[in-house]
């Protein structure tokens, strides 16, 4: 079992800089990939970015530039670093990992980006 826990979310204006942390525990040994997706009421969850346990980064093309993932090894911590944000950013921001086939979710983190 992976637990995963985030933090850092909050209310933001437009333009605005926020990171998110993700605290991984339990059995994170040989995590294969973690990452931040994302969700808005109505829509499937997107993928925000994600890295391997060799390092290799992954964003979608409408998430860079602005997302920057970066991780702690010795504090088990997965950032989001998230800039320049757009009210179309609003959503709640999931941390995940993926080891041995199974997904695992945080319990999410609300971003909202508003004047």
């Known amino acids: 079992q992976v637990q995963l826990v985030e933090s850092g979310g909050g209310l933001v204006q437009p333009g605005g800089s926020l990171r998110l942390s993700c605290a991984a525990s339990?059995?994170?040994?040989?995590?294969?990939?973690m990452g931040w997706y994302r969700q808005t009421p109505g829509k499937q969850r997107e993928l925000v970015a994600s890295?391997?346990?060799?390092?290799?980064?992954n964003y979608p093309d409408s998430m860079k530039g602005r997302f920057t993932i970066s991780r702690d090894n010795a504090k088990n911590t997965v950032y989001l670093q998230m800039n320049s944000l757009k009210p179309e950013d609003t959503a709640v921001y999931y941390c995940?990992?993926?080891?041995?086939?199974?997904?695992?979710w945080g319990q999410g983190t609300q971003v909202t980006v508003s004047s």
């Open positions: 890295f391997t346990a060799f390092g290799t980064t």
């Open positions: 339990g059995s994170i040994f040989s995590i294969n990939v």
């Open positions: 995940t990992a993926l080891k041995n086939g199974v997904q695992y």
